[in-house]
């Protein structure tokens, strides 16, 4: 199959989804997720329609973005960003998903260039594992507070990268009650959740993004 065709598979799965959730399919954005693929697969993509594009590494996210320049790419910092690549992220990206920590949003918000303002969301470990990113939901109203004092910066909503598990939708439920209890859609109109095996239960759940990588582009080597 060729990007084209899976990416329509993509789209006519999330479609489906929010068919069977009685919710309106348009309201959920697809961020292709291209990392570790070449920069020819992203200009396939976008040559078929796919303008949000994902990446997880700095270095990555610049040498794409360079070499695809002129398409006008819509791109997503999706992975964890250490505070020192803040500033080479800051400039490109248009979303940054996975603020877990005051120290890294403040470095982001010195780092947006003038004029502009970066949407960020905050990652929560919803799985409450020890060696992932994000942050709990206990210190989540105190990060969201930090956020909302640094004019640079728009928070829009909560990621998450739950666990591996037979169950993905208690995790993604997880996350709407949160946001749900943080002022709701209204406040935090974006839900980050949802990647290759499990999109159709995180819009169910109420997914207003899914990250989808493998089954647009293939197995990552
Ligand atoms: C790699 C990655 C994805 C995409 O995962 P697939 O299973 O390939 O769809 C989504 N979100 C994040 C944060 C990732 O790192």
């Not at 990416?7 to 997720?33: E, H, K, N, Q």
């Not at 070499?67 to 250490?82: S, T, V």
């Not at 982001?108 to 470990?125: F, T």
């Not at 209204?186 to 990250?211: C, F, I, K, W, Y």
């Amino acid at each position: 199959m060729s990007i084209a065709e899976r990416l329509a598979a993509v789209r006519a799965r999330i479609d489906a989804a929010a068919a069977r959730a009685g919710r309106d399919p348009s309201t959920i954005t697809l961020v292709a997720v291209s990392k570790t693929k070449p920069a020819s697969d992203v200009a396939e993509a976008f040559a078929a329609g796919q303008r949000i594009f994902g990446e997880n590494y700095a270095q990555e996210l610049v040498n794409k973005s360079a070499a695809l320049g002129h398409l006008g790419i819509e791109w997503h910092f999706i992975g964890r960003l250490q505070t020192n690549k803040a500033r080479a992220v800051a400039p490109i990206a248009t979303m940054v998903h996975a603020v877990d920590s005051e120290r890294l949003a403040r470095e982001l918000g010195k780092r947006v260039p003038e004029g502009r303002v970066l949407d960020v969301l905050i990652e929560v470990n919803v799985g409450g594992e020890e060696s992932k990113g994000g942050v709990s939901p206990a210190t989540l109203p105190s990060l969201i507070a930090t956020i909302m004092t640094i004019p640079s910066l728009r928070l829009r909503g909560l990621m998450s990268i739950p666990p591996p598990s037979d169950d993905p939708r208690r995790f993604h439920r997880a996350l709407r009650e949160l946001r749900d209890a943080h002022g709701g859609a209204v406040a935090l109109p974006v839900l980050s959740m949802g990647m290759t095996d499990d999109l159709e239960v995180a819009v169910e759940e109420g997914a207003t993004m899914v990250r989808v990588g493998t089954a647009i582009f293939g197995a990552r080597a």
